[in-house]
């Protein structure tokens, strides 16, 4: 009999499309499998069918040798299946507290009894310390950060006796501190037996955490091996059918032309405290800095979307007021937001609509009508530009993967004359390969524009940036160019081990 959980010929089809085909592979207790493919490979098809979001699919699961039938969620608990998604809020409650949510389900099964509410939050915070999570069980869920909120949902998969755990793209929005926690959380699991599924576009992390290692591509399974045997350009291969070179452009071969954006000063109360930066035409800036560090807060005053307390912002050497977003677009500051989904896109909307929706003025008819055969045609030559696959604009930009969805927010302020382009955490949970036309567009655009790029993920920053700025507590720290990049350095000053100083040799 074969321990663990087994997916044998695992298949899912829709109307003209093959999600899942054949796909077999085994999760072991106490090992981490990590599953990798690019967007659309068919990850998310396999984790829905093993966590019951089909009623119907081919192929069968198999726990310990014997078959299990899930067809709904609830068969997948019973069976010891749970999942960390990366959408928590839509797995808790947000109005109930911290016990009420790990209990969840124990709290269904005693309805109709009287509650004794002292030995519920007693039972709450011993789930927690299983995890390793401190929290005050009587606060409600709304009040938690995402963290938190990532721990709680382990914590109910913990108490309800969890015999493999799925996790999909769980550091998306993590610091640095948060993802070792949840590592340690990971490593602790794993020693107790409990065999995890661990779904992850950042392959340094598939290399910290993973036994085994199964590559996913168009639906089918290419290639599995134990992770001691990870080589960069083997799994990324596999992903996409094809070998890939740096995944980062050259770095900028001449010295950057004139200062674009100068900010000098900068406050926002509680966020940033007297931030200074410059951007020039050819190059790009980045902006690193751990997850709360004051990166997404300073782009986003810099487009008008907040407001600030105090300093000052030239473009071109004249002083500008950027109050609103639309004084920003006006003078040609754009911005590819954290959130895409949330802030960059309209989901529901076409992606020839999205394209075309900040300067609508340029195809606009007499009585304001909409042109709409040169929007599509404007559409059409951005998509093959920036290369948005399916190359339609008449798709929902919903039915997209995220790297294409990232294009279309890019694609959009393409219509215009942009001066200064800013990218924030453009990359979060997208494939090796968008990853790497992302780095491309933004380099494309230091030709007619100062680029500055904004990530938690230092190894990014340094490998797409031309100097950099670092961030710690709405301040800016440290300053290093190309030939003083120092990994360990930066982190220091990132995560406040080091007081500001700027290293410049150059």
């Known amino acids: 009999m074969a321990d663990g959980l087994q997916a044998v010929g695992l298949g899912k089809r829709f109307p003209g499309v093959v999600a899942l085909e054949d796909v077999s592979l085994r999760l072991e207790p106490g090992r981490v499998m990590a599953l990798v493919g690019a967007n659309g490979a068919g990850k998310s098809t396999l984790i829905k069918i093993l966590t019951g979001y089909y009623e119907t699919y081919e ?34 409650v947000p109005t109930l507290t911290v016990s009420e949510n790990v209990l969840l389900n124990q709290l269904r099964s005693r309805r109709g009894t009287v509650l004794n509410w002292a030995a519920l939050h007693k039972e709450a915070e011993a789930v927690l310390e299983r995890v390793g999570l401190t929290l005050d069980v009587r606060r409600r869920v709304e009040d938690l950060v995402l963290h938190e909120k990532q721990m709680l949902v382990i914590a109910r998969a913990v108490s309800q ?12 929005s993590l610091s640095l501190p948060e993802v070792e926690q949840l590592f340690t959380i990971i490593r602790t699991l794993k020693a107790q037996g409990v065999g995890i599924l661990y779904i992850s576009h950042r392959l340094m992390e598939v290399t910290a955490l ?26 990324s291969e596999a992903m996409l059918g094809t070998a890939i070179q740096d995944i980062y452009p050259p770095k900028a071969a001449n010295a950057p032309g004139d200062v674009v954006l100068e900010a000098r000063d900068l406050t926002r109360r509680g966020k940033l405290d007297g931030v200074s930066l410059s951007a020039r035409q050819g190059e790009i800036l980045g902006v690193a800095g751990l997850v709360g560090a004051g990166k997404t807060e300073l782009l986003r005053a810099l487009f008008g979307a907040d407001a600030l307390d105090g300093g000052r912002v030239q473009i071109d050497g ?23 989904r949330a802030q960059g896109v309209l989901v529901e909307e076409k992606v020839g609509q999205n394209i075309s929706l900040p300067f ?28 948005i696959l399916p190359p339609n604009p008449e798709v929902e930009v919903k039915n997209l993967s995220g790297g294409n969805q990232q294009k279309v927010v890019i694609g959009k302020w393409l219509t ?5 382009v800013m990218f924030d955490e453009a990359t979060q949970g997208i494939d090796v390969k968008a990853k790497q ?32 700025i670092v961030m710690h507590d709405g301040q800016v720290v440290a300053e290093f160019t190309t030939d003083a990049f120092d990994r360990n350095l930066i982190l220091e000053y990132a995560t406040g081990a080091r007081e500001k100083e700027t290293h410049d040799r150059g």
């Open 59 to 92: 192929g069968q699961v198999e726990i310990d040798g014997r078959v299990v039938h899930i067809h709904e969620p609830t068969d997948a608990a019973r069976a010891g299946i749970q999942a960390v998604y990366q959408e928590v809020d839509t797995v808790l």
């Open 161 to 172: 006796q969890v015999k493999y755990l799925i996790f999909d793209e769980p550091t998306t």
């Open 210 to 235: 993973a036994d085994d290692i199964t590559v996913l591509r168009n639906g089918r399974k290419i290639t599995q091996f134990p992770a001691d045997e990870f080589d960069f350009g083997r799994v």
């Open 318 to 340: 004249r002083q500008v007021a950027l109050k609103t977003p639309q004084q920003a677009v006006n003078h040609g500051v754009y911005l590819v937001p954290e959130e895409r």
């Open 360 to 387: 609508l003025s340029q195809f606009s008819r007499a009585l304001g009508l909409i042109d709409r055969l040169r929007e599509r045609t404007h559409a059409a030559h951005t998509i093959e530009r920036l290369g």
């Open 416 to 420: 215009g004359q942009p001066r200064v």
């Open 437 to 468: 036309d992302v780095y491309r567009i933004a380099r494309d655009l230091t030709q007619s524009a100062a680029v500055i790029y904004a990530s938690s993920d230092i190894d990014e920053v340094i490998g797409i940036a031309d100097r950099l």
